[in-house]
């Protein structure tokens, strides 16, 4: 997926939509958070297996595709507008984890 | 960027260091929603201009990358282990958000 | 409010409703953040004066009532379940705030 | 635990510092939630079984301890500075919950 596209997208919908001025950086860091614990919300009561036989019930699934698309959307909207290059700041981050986690000895 | 590549990546991290048992949904979900609140952390105490600023500020515009990623990889990850489609998710999301928000009719 | 007696209630309301295989702290956890994000989305496309007047809009005040009351009945149970004495968790907090913020001299 | 005299005695903390203009709802808002996050994430990759236990490990223990203080602070003070009355807002969700969830029959 192209998610510079997908900012410029975004942009032009809430251009159209008069919404720019909701959309500063700490606003669209609370929408993140309540998209992930919406997100959260379906396995909330689940036991871990019933969690990870999730695509085997057709509308919690379903469900889950769409709060999966929401966080994506207001993350990259907040990268868009706090000026973060998501492609670079993963690529740092996965160094530091690389650095901070280091493999265990292989046998 | 290519988030097919970032989750084959990330399954090879999590694989070597044997840290597969914990990831399944509902603990990635957890997880998400514990970097989406890191996030915001940054912005809870700024007023909204000077959360538009962000990128003015070196060390939080730094911090803010870090935890754009954490969240993005944790996503990609939960996407990948519950069988959602993150591009596919977010095309039938922008479709329902075009019918449940009609753009308002121009002048 | 008694919080204790707050707890006794809800151990009755649960056991009543067969609900207690369900009520780990790791489920309350969760669904403690997802109270806390409703809550939290009452105000985010609010600027920080309207959300001030919060008690000026009698729909969302209401609205604001239940999910504070969400939060808390869940933290109750979460302490409750944990082992946690919340009276006691906040005095040894007080004093662990007060050391890590002195108050500022008086002129 | 009276909660009234938590929420007098947070104001003249706040008033000491200053901190007067950072706690309007929104704020408070946002500060609940990442307390709420930082006590789910203790629990994030434990097992049910594990979350169960945690009064047995002293350290995670008291950390539990303190977040659980820091939610109940910033839920107390989000009540007080948005006039909501705590003890009616319980007793009314709690009357709500029980038409919800009828209990089941008895045999």
Redesign the interface.
Known sequence: ?D?HA?QT?LRG?AA???WES?L????L??????E??????????????E??D??SKPEA?QH???E??????Y?VQ??D??????????E???L???RK?P??PQA
């Open positions: 997926m998610l997908l997208r919908f159209e939509r008069n909701y500063n950086p700490k606003n860091a609370m929408a993140l958070t309540v992930a614990a919406e997100l959260q919300e379906i396995f909330q009561w689940l036991t871990p297996e969690a990870a999730i695509a699934h889950l595709g769409e999966v698309a929401d966080v994506l959307m993350l907040l990268a507008r706090s000026g973060i290059d998501l492609e670079a700041a993963v740092r981050k996965l530091l984890n690389a986690y493999p265990p």
